[in-house]
């Protein structure tokens, strides 16, 4: 209980030091971050597949199913319910909008993905982009049976491949097939040390317009550290930090490299005066 109250205090107080930093879109000289921002944050409109998904969830969070979970990350394998998986590993609507947006405005042609879970992610990010082409990663055979019939139900499943197994497996495989993909939203492992590893292997296959998407960079001081690196890469030339979400971005035509936390504009409503 201990342990998990330390974890919890660690989390809020990042969020307080991140909110404290972070800017809006009042703030912000780059025209592409600004556009970014714009696009990612500051559209509030509801498209119809929001409520697709959220039905999808609603449905598993009822759900009295069980899976036998094979946890690559932690490597711990234990039976839990479709619904504990959900709540605990799905992504929250928030951050699925965000990716749905991302995957709208930059329009990637090919995306990849590590950490599958039950598809609520994934099925955000082919919303939102449904003439790209997409392979997800999932350790656990089950968690992904549940994810492909969550697609299937909402007709997400073309020129979509998911794929189960370790990553240390599947990854470079998907690399190849892929050949170069745009959009690497990284959700698999929330260690350091794999998540470096798995960045590492990605940049190899990544070219100069591929955004490399994190998940729970804030979730603890190990992660907080592996984005440390991240930022301070050589080829990473943007990062743009949404808390829920951290981009990087290996683009050389960002010649100065820059580092943004951004908000909402209304979450700091009196900077606009």
């Not at 209304?266 to 900077?271: A, E, H, M, Q």
Request: neutral net charge; hydrophobic residues 45%.
């Amino acid at each position: 209980m201990a342990g998990i109250q330390t974890a919890a205090w660690f989390r809020v107080r990042q969020w307080i030091r991140f909110y404290r930093r972070a800017v809006t879109r009042y703030q912000i000289h780059s025209p592409f971050v600004f556009q970014l921002t714009e696009a990612v944050l500051e559209d509030r409109r509801f498209y119809y597949a929001f409520g697709e998904i959220e039905w999808i969830r609603r449905e598993l969070l009822k759900s009295d199913a069980e899976a036998d979970v094979v946890d690559f990350g932690t490597g711990k394998n234990r039976r839990r319910r479709v619904s504990e998986i959900t709540r605990n590993a799905a992504s929250a609507a928030s951050q699925g909008r965000m990716l749905f947006r991302l995957a709208d405005w930059l329009a990637p042609r090919t995306i990849l993905e590590l950490g599958t879970s039950v598809g609520i992610g994934t099925m955000y990010l082919r919303a939102g982009n449904l003439l790209a082409t997409m392979i997800s990663l999932e350790g656990c055979p089950q968690t992904i049976s549940v994810a492909r019939n969550n697609l299937n139900t909402l007709g997400l499943d073309r020129r979509t491949e998911l794929v189960d197994g370790p990553f240390e497996e599947t990854l470079i495989p998907a690399l190849e097939k892929l050949v170069s993909p745009d959009m690497v939203y990284i959700d698999g492992n929330h260690r350091k040390d794999p998540a470096l590893q798995y960045f590492e292997t990605c940049l190899q296959y990544a070219n100069n317009s591929t955004v490399f998407i994190f998940d729970d960079i804030h979730w603890s001081r190990d992660m907080e550290d592996a984005w440390s690196v991240i930022k301070n890469h050589p080829r990473v030339t943007l990062t743009v930090d949404l808390y829920d979400i951290s981009l990087a971005f290996v683009n050389p035509a960002f010649r100065e490299k820059q580092h943004f936390s951004i908000v909402p504009a209304r979450w700091k409503f009196w900077l606009l005066m």
